[in-house]
């Protein structure tokens, strides 16, 4: 039967559509909607929805479709006006309406329905509404009172960002999604336009906290406000004014909650999550969190397993919105990172800031403006930006992919074997610009296990010299890296097979470290190093260093990540030395730098020499995103041709923000900061990402790990699905074959040809 009696807590479009299809599925359901403000007020002017959302509000109710639908504004064109340069992009498909006008079209469905509305009517506490009625739907918005009644049952987590923004409107109509920016004496300021009926637009402005004081909007009230940002962007708006709507600076709050429902309370919309404006979610997610929770009251036997089946379907959809609207968020609050790059680039740039919209989709969109893009990028006709070659010293890359450094665990003694031959092997016929090695060690004592590669002998120097020279015969213009390291506090531990970071039963070897702290609780304490030591350990490196040379290896990368030996001196959470080599950044890259340089020395002067840091160690204290961008610039100072940016696994109680491109914002931020070429890793699993990435000057290289342990031929294949036969790849001879994908069935069964009526 469901819930017969139900409470809505919040008037907005979330809280009303909920009602409006409750009571739709059941006539019999008594359902009351609590507003605390008139019915006519409203904040913010255009709300926009996609043709996803229409569909859904198509098949759950057309009577509230039709009305949306003779109300739209359509477009599908965005323009980008960067330093007076406007570029656009079309193919974006827009469908926009008032605020207020969606809020009345769906009064009136409350009202034909019978829903009972109550407006100017504050709710009562969600706990005394739960006593009498069988659902409470909280649709509070952002700074929802029920949510926070009851923060013990779910744990919300509220975040505000360093933006301020207003909600403004214009007596005009763009004719496009519109955004600008404004280089001002204060800072970057930046206007998000766009048409909501055929003579209005919303227009939002938006800056970082400090350009906003330093600008004096903080000591402006509402009116002198919407004046000024009027007159900056004067172009923009043709000279017409700005209008407000109780409008104010605010910043915005990103809303996670761990539960959703408590009971049978239950949160909607904002109140349950949020997602920043620039990707238009808001309306969206709470107009399709109650076309969820409706069907599944509808379907499921009880109330309790239909909240938990509404939570268990919306959560993971939400939780996909929030990480593109965050990566959104952040792109407009580093703005300022980008505003050198062309212009064109620039609006590339913006428009797949979420990773929602990218390459492959915008050559389907819009092909003439993706292909100039490329075309001011310098790519070849018809190369996809990932096949364009990059130089490094006189080390040339055909093509931007990177095998990224994988340990395999598989080494005796140090020694690569037949397996490293057919693993290295197979992916540097795999088509990859630049195939690295998994860390290899420089010293008994620097292995994180016993099958880990070493540098530190002969035997093992002849055994890489196998490797590299099958892959420069057998897969020309592959070029191969090795990584040098030392595992310091995290080695002497068991395969990853057996127990990943766990000590090993027996034949353990001491420890040394920047400090004696252990990995973990259970991990063994290193000893620290002293300063004849730290002698020792840079000899180490040089003279694997030299072996590497020796072996026929292109490029070499210094491992300072992962809380290995060296990160574990750049974090000030594994390094507490009193010395010169601990205390302030300065003094904790001391040694990584002394290691550098001396590896720096012995190298082949025209190869190149990278290093891979942790941008991040994920945890209170720790190296951060500031931190890294000094880190990358001491090492460029001192001659590396390229950071190679990672993060974490410094501490063992990290806590990662894991998502699709995660680690590359922090690349990005280097690169764009410093002027650093960067290889970006993390969490990049598509051509279509690395294509992205590059074309909007993100990142020069893009390593991928686990997509190369799937298909060691991804880049050949890349090529292949791309139509790519250029010099930026080649298919080794005996493989030339298969470089088209193999038929997979009969795609060319005739069609009926009648249609019977019954």
């Given at each position: ?19 409006a299809l ?16 008139a ?11 996609s043709?996803?959302?229409l ?13 949306l ?31 207020r ?13 019978g ?11 969600a ?32 975040e ?5 923004y ?9 004719d ?7 280089e001002?004496?204060?800072?970057v ?11 209005d637009s ?19 009230d ?16 043709g ?10 600076w ?7 909650n ?6 049978n ?20 997610l709470a107009?399709e969190?109650?076309?969820?929770l ?20 919306r ?6 919105t929030?990480?593109a609207?965050?990566?959104s ?17 620039f609006?590339?740039?913006?428009l ?10 915008l050559?389907l ?12 990028f310098g790519?070849?006709?018809g190369?996809p930006?990932?096949?364009t ?13 990177v ?19 057919v693993h290295l ?6 088509g ?17 296990t ?8 002969t035997?093992?120097?002849a ?11 057998q ?13 310091g506090r995290?080695?002497s531990?068991?395969l ?16 040394v470290?920047a400090?004696p ?7 063994q ?35 300072c ?10 974090s ?8 010169a ?14 290691v550098?340089d ?11 020499m990278?290093v891979?840091i ?12 500031n931190?890294?961008?000094?880190i ?24 990662p ?28 699993s ?7 990435l ?23 294949h890349?090529?292949a699905?791309?139509?790519?036969t ?7 001879k ?6 088209r994908p ?17």
């Amino acid at each position: 039967m469901g819930p017969l009696r139900v409470a809505v807590i919040g008037g907005g479009p979330g809280g009303l559509y909920a009602a409006a299809l409750l009571k739709r599925l059941d006539p019999r359901r008594d359902i009351t909607v609590w507003e605390r403000n008139a019915p006519d007020d409203t904040f913010g002017f255009g709300v926009v929805l996609s043709d996803e959302t229409l569909g859904g509000i198509e098949h759950a109710d057309p009577v509230v479709h039709a009305a949306l639908q003779a109300e739209f504004v359509r477009w599908d064109d965005i323009d980008v006006v960067h330093r007076g340069t406007r570029h656009t992009s079309g193919g974006h498909g827009f469908a926009a309406l008032g605020r207020r006008r969606l809020l009345e079209i769906l009064h009136e469905r409350c009202r034909q329905l019978g829903v009972n509305l109550r407006f100017r009517s504050p709710a009562p506490p969600a706990a005394d509404l739960a006593r009498d009625h069988d659902l409470v739907v909280a649709a509070d918005g952002v700074r929802s009172a029920t949510r926070e009644a009851h923060a013990d049952a779910f744990r919300p987590r509220v975040e505000e960002h360093r933006c301020r923004y207003i909600w403004l409107a214009a007596d005009f109509a763009f004719d496009a999604f519109r955004f600008e920016t404004a280089e001002t004496e204060h800072g970057v300021m930046q206007l998000h336009g766009y048409p909501y009926t055929g003579g209005d637009s919303t227009v939002i402005v938006e800056m970082r906290e400090e350009v906003w004081r330093a600008a004096g909007f903080d000591a402006l009230d509402a009116p002198e406000s919407v004046e000024r940002c009027a007159k900056i962007f004067t172009e923009a708006l043709g000279g017409r004014a700005l209008r407000s709507n109780n409008s104010a600076w605010t910043a915005f709050r990103t809303v996670v909650n761990e539960k959703w429902s408590h009971g049978n309370i239950v949160l909607v919309g904002d109140s349950a999550h949020t997602a920043h404006f620039s990707i238009g979610s808001g309306t969206k997610l709470a107009v399709e969190d109650a076309l969820a929770l409706a069907a599944c009251l509808q379907e499921q036997p009880t109330t309790a397993e239909a909240l938990a089946a509404y939570e268990a379907e919306r959560r993971p959809v939400v939780a996909s919105t929030q990480r593109a609207a965050r990566a959104s968020l952040e792109w407009f609050e580093n703005i300022g990172l980008y505003l050198d790059q062309p212009a064109r680039q620039f609006a590339f740039n913006l428009l797949t800031r979420s990773r929602r919209v990218t390459h492959d989709n915008l050559r389907l969109r819009d092909p003439r403006f993706t292909e100039a893009v490329e075309r001011d990028f310098g790519c070849p006709p018809g190369t996809p930006p990932m096949f364009t070659p990059l130089s490094l010293r006189d080390l040339t890359l055909r093509n931007r992919v990177v095998v990224s450094p994988m340990d395999m665990y598989s080494a005796r003694a140090g020694v690569p074997g037949d397996f490293h031959l057919v693993h290295l092997g197979a992916r540097a016929l795999g088509g990859a610009g630049l195939v690295m090695t998994e860390m290899v060690c420089v010293s008994p004592e620097g292995r994180i296990t016993p099958g880990c590669g070493g540098l530190y002998t002969t035997e093992q120097a002849a055994a890489w010299r196998r490797i590299t020279d099958f892959a420069h015969t057998q897969a020309p213009g592959t070029a191969v890296g090795v990584q040098l390291g030392h595992s310091g506090r995290k080695g002497s531990t068991k395969l990853m097979w057996e127990g990943i970071d766990e000590p090993l039963a027996e034949g353990n070897w001491p420890l040394v470290a920047a400090s004696p702290l252990p990995y973990k609780p259970g991990s063994q304490t290193p000893r620290e190093l002293t300063r004849g030591e730290l002698a020792d350990v840079r000899e180490q490196f040089t003279s694997a260093a030299l072996r590497a040379a020796d072996a026929g290896f292109d490029l070499l990368e210094l491992h300072c990540a992962h809380g290995y030996l060296l990160s574990g001196f750049l974090s000030p959470l594994s390094n507490q030395r009193k010395d010169a080599y601990g205390g302030p950044l300065a003094n904790r890259l001391r040694f990584p730098l002394e290691v550098f340089d001396a590896v720096r020395d012995v190298w082949p002067g025209d190869r190149p020499m990278t290093v891979r840091i942790s941008a991040t160690d994920w945890a209170d204290g720790g190296t951060d995103a500031n931190d890294a961008v000094e880190i990358a610039r001491a090492f460029a100072a001192h001659g590396a041709d390229a950071i190679d940016v990672s993060t974490g696994q410094v501490v063992a109680d990290e806590k990662p923000a894991y998502g699709r491109s995660y680690q590359v914002p922090f690349a990005d931020r280097i690169r764009n900061e410093t002027g650093i070429p960067v290889i970006s890793v993390g969490a990049i699993s598509s051509w279509d990402d690395v294509n992205s990435l590059i074309l909007a000057g993100r990142t020069d290289l893009c390593a991928l790990a686990r997509p190369h342990l799937y298909d060691p031929h991804w880049t050949l294949h890349a090529a292949a699905e791309q139509g790519y036969t250029g010099p930026g790849v080649a298919w080794p001879k005996p493989y030339e074959a298969g470089s088209r994908p193999p038929q997979t069935g009969r795609l060319d069964a005739p069609k009926p040809r009648l249609t019977l009526g019954g």
